[in-house]
């Protein structure tokens, strides 16, 4: 799974749907991994990403633990 910006929907026009579930105000949850070498080396920004993944989609999740 990817994260597209809406553009690239707009680009695809009515064939959106075929390629594409669209995630938009609904209570969709999930829980969040990220799976990545052990000896690899994730900067901020990575790391950010995955934390507001984590916000938006796990149900599980709690800022700080």
């Known amino acids: 799974a990817t994260i597209v910006p809406g553009r690239t929907l707009r680009l695809l026009g009515e064939d959106a749907g ?7 105000n609904e209570p969709e949850k999930w ?6 070498r052990r000896d690899i ?3 901020e920004a990575e790391r950010r990403f995955i ?3 984590k916000e938006e989609f796990d149900p599980g999740f709690r800022r700080g633990v």
């Open 41 to 43: 080396y994730l900067n």
């Open 31 to 36: 829980p969040v991994n990220a799976v990545y």
């Open 18 to 24: 075929r390629y594409a579930y669209i995630y938009e």
């Open 51 to 53: 934390e507001l993944l």
